[in-house]
């Protein structure tokens, strides 16, 4: 399809490192937008409303004002002084003095100044960490499993080690204390994952951060105003549709639905009407495939399919298009080759017999061929300078395409893509493929945006490019809850090496609780397995199925409490803080079932039932044993208790004994079977069935003995 090429690997998406430049002119930014805006509205040229632009904001009435900022600095001796001065000064001077400025606006030297000891000792560990984790890696997929817990182990050593200083610098007591450590590298990790999750959001789902008028306004003014010449010719030479005002309006009202209602659109209708087709085009297609795809269909899906193509083995085999491939580009072939590959590491091609290297290097020129095709309309559209708006906001968006996100993670779907290009969800070779091919051009998108916020940080040159987002994991099938942070998956490959047989990832304390029953706890994995076999085999989840996962041990734990069993109470040492369980005990049942020694003592802890006075009063009368229920009652008088909903017993007396009858009736056991099966009820809802409440009055073992 596309002209053989003799050529190493070259990034669509990015630029040189050297061509990355530090842009923090906030007030000349301002001007020209302000500039740019009265140029749309008026009619005026560029010039005169910049002009205009300049002199009204010296003026009171305007109310502009440099914030005022007072700083901690360092004079030329290093003695620490405190400065008082302008935001926009201080921006400036930071600018002039290529200091390195964190998002919490904390400055540092440049190395090329003052070089970090710690910081050439962490580089060292990161360097080590990943050839450590790589190697586990590639045993885990040779199977060679006692090599590969020896390699994690080492990995572990590094991260350990790397994270050890991060500790040491929160720690007044040691010479590596700096107040301003952990703060930094908080911000800087919050600032690339929400970066990376507005880039997910906006690119594969076409929402940007609306989250009000005034900020739509602003995104609208700065993404027409940097609008490029090229992007007419490049509109014909693909025969891409120029947007009219109402899909501008679209995308207004798709990103801001979340947040504020748009109505008709008339606030923005008349600024929009007033740009120019090329300011518009830009407006929809820069970093958005998602509206992109919507007005253009057959050419994102004709470009997604080419980057898919598994091609007939027919290269240069001298040639190695993988030469000066980057991290992403070697996932991708991983993954695209993996069946050839069988446990090899790509970079190790050259090595391997003629057959593979073929394929290899086939589906590596492949790629690279259709991107270069491509390529015009990457560098301008989606590898531009018009990164995602309102991060600083992050915490606030309302995602859709980003299912999990973390201090240093984001988790996306591909989903909306596999059906878009393939036409369907099947877990097919094509909708996998497709699937790695999305991952990638996300990743260089994320890529590009991270090197850009560097250059504004103020990195240095060659270290551009070390805030990154690797590709880590790519899961075939993965399910959130609705608990936050607790979510289960299919994990089939990391960082592009294929697993021989998937792993299962659970996140979250309740679907993992080591306080459960063992037995519980294994059937629970097995049972998402058989789910993810159930969803990947194409075949459907039987309800049958699903609720008698649930009943068999549900309906157990409920039969073995009502006979007065204590395997499904948490066990809990009563201290001696806790005596008057002991002394309730002694005084109340003691007679019968056998006296306990004073506290500590080791207890099982009860959920009762016995919320106010008239419960506690009713349960007591209804103690047909006459001789413990006087006692009881003597004891609720003497006490004044007026509820009763947590008693811990000693365990080694109910042990032999069981829960005393008495107690039975007062018991919540469903709050016992629902806590015990919290896991599987998580799952339930995953799966779209909702039961939980306050009062827990609906468990699976109702519907089933109902029905």
């Not at 940097?226 to 120029?242: F, M, N, Q, S």
């Not at 596999?418 to 877990?427: C, D, E």
């Not at 070779?429 to 560097?454: F, G």
Request: proline share 3%.
């Amino acid at each position: 399809m596309y002209p053989k090429r003799v050529f190493t690997m070259y990034d669509v998406f990015l630029k040189k490192s050297s061509e990355y430049k530090r842009d923090i002119d906030l007030m000349g930014h301002t001007l020209d937008q302000i500039a740019f805006y009265l140029h749309v509205q008026t009619g005026k040229t560029i010039d005169v409303c910049r002009k205009w632009a300049i002199e009204y904001l010296k003026k009171p009435e305007s109310g502009f004002k440099d914030p005022a900022v007072k700083y901690i600095g360092k004079n030329a001796n290093g003695d620490r002084e405190v400065t008082l001065g302008g935001f926009i000064g201080y921006l400036k001077d930071c600018a002039r003095r290529k200091l390195i400025m964190a998002p919490t606006m904390t400055s540092y030297l440049p190395p090329s100044i003052k070089q970090s000891l710690l910081s050439l000792s962490i580089s060292d560990g990161i360097k080590g960490r990943s050839a450590a984790k790589k190697s586990m890696q590639v045993c885990t997929s040779r199977n060679d499993l006692e090599q590969a817990a020896l390699y994690k182990v080492l990995q572990n050593c590094f991260k350990l080690d790397n994270n050890g200083l991060s500790g040491a610098h929160s720690s007044p007591g040691t010479v590596l204390f700096l107040k301003s450590a952990h703060s930094t590298l908080t911000s800087v990790c919050r600032a690339l994952v929400s970066y990376a999750n507005a880039n997910n959001e906006r690119f594969l789902g076409g929402r940007r951060f609306y989250w009000s008028q005034q900020i739509t306004e602003f995104n609208i003014i700065a993404v027409a105003k940097h609008a490029p010449d090229e992007v007419g010719v490049l509109l014909a030479k693909h025969g891409l549709v120029i947007p009219s005002v109402q899909d501008c309006l679209d995308v207004i009202v798709h990103s801001s639905e979340p947040y504020w209602e748009v109505k008709d659109g008339s606030m923005f209708r008349t600024l929009l009407s007033k740009l120019t087709d090329n300011q518009r085009a830009y407006f929809v297609y820069a970093g958005d495939m998602y509206h992109l795809a919507k007005l253009n269909p057959e050419f994102v899906k004709s470009f997604l399919l080419n980057l898919i193509n598994d091609p007939d083995i027919q290269t240069n085999l001298d040639n190695n298009p993988l030469e000066g491939a980057d991290s992403d580009m070697n996932a991708l072939m991983g993954l695209y080759c993996a069946d050839t590959l069988k446990g090899r590491l790509i970079e190790d091609v050259e090595t391997f017999d003629t057959p593979d290297k073929a394929r290899i290097k086939a589906n590596a020129e492949s790629f690279q061929n259709v991107l270069l095709e491509y390529e015009d309309f990457i560098r301008l559209f989606w590898a531009n300078d018009i990164l995602p708006n309102s991060v600083g906001y992050g915490l606030n968006i309302k995602r859709a395409v980003v299912l999990a996100s973390d201090t240093d993670s984001t988790i996306f779907t591909t989903q909306h893509w596999v059906k878009f290009a393939t036409g369907g969800l099947a877990f097919t070779k094509e909708a996998c493929r497709l699937s790695h091919a999305v991952c990638y051009l996300t990743s260089k998108m994320v890529a590009h945006y991270l090197a850009t916020v560097s250059a504004n940080m103020g990195v240095p040159e060659d270290k551009i490019f070390r805030l990154a987002m690797k590709n880590e994991y790519w899961f075939l099938v993965f399910s959130l809850t609705a608990l936050s942070k607790h979510y289960w998956a299919s994990k089939d490959a990391q960082e592009g090496i294929m697993k021989l047989k998937m792993e299962l990832e659970l996140k979250g304390v309740n679907l993992r609780d080591s306080n459960v029953n063992k037995a519980i706890n294994d059937d629970f994995k097995a049972t998402l397995k058989e789910t993810i076999r159930i969803i990947k085999s194409g075949e459907q989840l039987d309800h049958d199925w699903i609720f008698g996962r649930v009943y068999k041990h549900e309906h157990r734990i409920l039969t073995e409490i009502d006979n007065g069993g204590i395997e499904w109470y948490k066990r809990k040492n009563i201290p001696v803080a806790y005596a008057q369980y002991i002394e309730l005990w002694n005084e109340v049942f003691g007679h019968k079932y056998g006296y306990c020694e004073p506290p500590p003592q080791p207890g099982v802890a009860l959920n009762l039932t016995l919320g106010n006075k008239t419960a506690v009063m009713q349960w007591a009368n209804n103690i047909k044993d006459e001789v413990i229920k006087n006692k009881m009652l003597a004891y609720i008088k003497r006490k004044g208790i007026t509820k009763l909903t947590a008693l811990a017993v000693p365990r080694e007396i109910v042990a032999e004994t069981g829960i005393p009858i008495e107690l039975l009736n007062a018991i919540d056991k469903r709050k016992v079977a629902f806590t015990t099966l919290r896991a599987f009820y998580l799952w339930l809802e995953s799966l779209g069935f909702f039961m939980e409440n306050e009062n827990k009055t609906i468990l699976v073992s109702d519907l089933v003995q109902a029905a």
